[in-house]
T-cell receptor
Framework: NAGVTQTPKFQVLKTGQSMTLQCAQD?????MYWYRQDPGMGLRLIYY???????DKGEVPNGYNVSRLNKREFSLRLESAAPSQTSVYFC??????????FGQGTRLTVV | GENVEQHPSTLSVQEGDSAVIKCTYS??????FPWYKQELGKRPQLIID?????GEKKDQRIAVTLNKTAKHFSLHITETQPEDSAVYFC?????????FGSGTKLNVKP
């Protein structure tokens, strides 16, 4: 039982490049999330998916797109990376009124 | 959306002392309040949670209290140990979206 798995763990991008962060969970959860973590700012919600085929903007969605491919997988895409998107990205999943389980995180640097 | 505020941002205590971290939330529709511990370079992990129909919950040295009227909740750690040193986050679940506080860095001095 792997829980929530994210890839890659580290990535360096040049400004303007694109990339997709992958996330998969094996806990049969309906809800999945993408967060970014910056020093002193906690975890901020980028996008949320309540179920397969649905997505909803969070607190900081600009510059990102998401895709809920199926119940297990929820990907985050940066179409044109900017230095302001340098951050640690966490994927998470949960069921209603229960804890969110986090992936191990992706450390992204945009130069 | 929801707005969660967390205080203090840093907290330093002597081993064996108690630590208290406080959070407030803005939307009365929030109904689930988890607390996470994050060690350096690791993912956040749940340490305790409370639902809106409960006022207090305890698990060994950790307790959480919730005041729905005032819209605030607190984490209490007793008999702190060096391994409690980490960053702690509170969160409020609003229509199943989790909104997090900005974190408290707890340092327990031996």
């Amino acid at each position: 039982n792997a829980g929530v798995t994210q890839t890659p763990k580290f990535q360096v991008l040049k400004t303007g490049q694109s990339m997709t962060l992958q996330c998969a969970q094996d806990m049969n959860h309906n809800s999945m999330y993408w967060y970014r973590q910056d020093p002193g700012m906690g975890l901020r919600l980028i996008y949320y998916s309540a179920s397969e085929g649905t997505t909803d903007k969070g607190e900081v969605p600009n510059g990102y797109n998401v895709s809920r491919l199926n119940k297990r997988e929820f990907s985050l895409r940066l179409e044109s990376a900017a230095p302001s998107q340098t951050s640690v990205y966490f994927c998470a999943s949960s069921e209603a009124l229960n804890e969110a389980f986090f992936g191990q995180g992706t450390r992204l640097t945009v130069v | 959306g929801e707005n969660v505020e967390q205080h203090p941002s840093t907290l330093s205590v002597q081993e064996g002392d108690s630590a208290v971290i406080k959070c407030t939330y803005s939307d009365s529709a929030s109904n689930y309040f988890p607390w996470y511990k994050q060690e350096l370079g690791k993912r956040p992990q749940l340490i305790i949670d409370i639902r809106s129909n409960v006022g207090e919950k305890k698990d060994q040295r950790i307790a959480v209290t919730l005041n729905k009227t005032a819209k605030h909740f607190s984490l209490h750690i007793t008999e702190t140990q060096p391994e409690d040193s980490a960053v702690y986050f509170c969160a409020a679940s609003f229509f199943n979206k989790f909104y997090f506080g900005s974190g408290t860095k707890l340092n327990v001095k031996p």
